[in-house]
């Protein structure tokens, strides 16, 4: 599967932003997606993941509550909405994709995902 993100822009702090992460060439129903993001100097983070089936979700503490993934089976595409941005959130993001994965997998900070998207930078002033 290829993977193609797009959304990310300057937004004050406050605003809000959704990312999208178009998938080709798999059968998306079948992979588990998440959106990554890597901060200038600090290490990959898992923000968010979505099962396969879109029925199960996973946040890091630093987003809960202010991020939501969803993905759109039409489509192909998976979203991060993100509000409240704050200027912590500034960072490159990637979507990734694995096949067949659990949430918990694919989110562990030690995994190393199958396919990644190209990244899109989110910039948030304050």
């Known amino acids: 599967v290829q993977l193609q993100a797009s959304g990310g822009g300057l937004v004050q702090a406050g605003g809000s932003l959704r990312l999208s992460c178009a998938a080709s060439?798999?059968?998306?129903?079948?992979?588990?997606m998440g959106w990554f993001r890597q901060a200038p100097g600090k290490e990959r983070e898992a923000v968010s993941c979505i099962s396969s089936s879109g029925t199960v979700t996973e946040y890091s503490d630093s987003v809960k509550g202010r991020f939501t993934v969803s993905r759109d089976y039409a489509k192909n595409t998976v979203y991060l909405q993100m509000k409240s941005l704050k200027p912590e959130d500034t960072a490159v993001y990637y979507c990734?994709?694995?096949?067949?994965?659990?949430?918990?997998?694919?989110?562990?900070?030690?995994?190393?995902?199958?396919?990644w998207g190209q990244g899109t930078q989110v910039t948030v002033s304050s």
């Open positions: 060439g798999g059968t998306f129903s079948r992979y588990a």
């Open positions: 990734a994709a694995e096949f067949a994965a659990e949430v918990t997998t694919l989110c562990h900070p030690l995994y190393q995902p199958d396919r």
